[in-house]
């Protein structure tokens, strides 16, 4: 059980280390947004993401509908981090 709990911190390690990796580049994004006057908010790119992680890692786990609930909250995150670095 221990080792199997192990198991599970070091997933979440590399979870939040991506996730921390993914909002550096978001923020990166919206510095050229603002450069470019462009909106935060794209929705079509956000169905595109989501279409694409669905095709390549839906499975009996990662369910279509968790992806999209999970990538929904990750990217309403980003959304707010967004408007900050431009506020
Ligand atoms: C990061 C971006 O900004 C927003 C956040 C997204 C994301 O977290 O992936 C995707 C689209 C945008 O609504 C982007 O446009 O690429």
Redesign the pocket.
Known sequence: MDELREQIDECDDQIMTALDQ?LK??RQ??DY?KNHN?P????D??DQ?VKRLIDKFGDENLTDDFIAHL?GV??E???SL?NETLS
């Open positions: 993914r580049v978001v994004v919206a947004k462009m935060v908010k794209q929705t790119r956000m993401l990538y990750i990217m995150h980003a959304i967004e």
